[in-house]
């Protein structure tokens, strides 16, 4: 069996799957049932990170909830076309693949070494800082796009 890498993400669905298992109160032979009904595997450890996203599903449907901590995610302001345009756009490097990560944080640190400092998050971007920065994603969106082989 091959050693498999543990991420940050794996660290975060292995933790999702053990406190589901805590809230729904489940014994150890339930426990080890659910995953198996899942995936196909009796343990956590064994499964490929996909897999344990079916796992996290699978007790969601058993009547689980996440609840995310409100200090890690930030709301997305309304009201500014120009950031919802900024977060929109990062959105759909995350759908491409380009960029693994899910919350907001990661956003502002790309921005902050975009504006070389100026700016420590997207709230803060004025509006011609606001505009080179949804020029920046759109040409990485479009490089992201190109990899798959496109003509020019």
């Not at 489940?26 to 343990?43: N, P, W």
């Not at 302001?77 to 919350?103: C, F, M």
Request: net charge positive.
């Amino acid at each position: 069996m091959k050693k498999t890498e543990i991420t940050q993400e794996r660290k975060i669905l292995l933790g999702k799957i053990h406190i589901a298992r805590k809230a729904l109160g489940l014994d150890e032979e339930t426990y080890r049932s659910v995953i198996f009904a899942a995936v196909g595997k009796t343990s956590g450890k064994a499964c490929t990170d996909r897999q344990l996203l079916k796992v996290v599903k699978a007790f969601e449907e058993k009547g689980w909830k996440h609840r995310k901590n409100p200090n890690q995610y930030r709301k997305v302001p309304t009201g500014r076309a120009d950031l919802e345009k900024i977060y929109a756009l990062w959105g759909h490097l995350q759908d491409l693949g380009a960029v693994r990560s899910t919350n907001l944080v990661d956003l502002d640190n790309w921005v902050c070494r975009m504006t070389k400092g100026k700016r420590s998050s997207a709230q803060f971007l004025e509006e011609s800082w606001a505009q080179r920065i949804i020029e920046c994603l759109k040409k990485w969106i479009e490089r992201e796009e190109c990899k798959g082989g496109c003509r020019e």
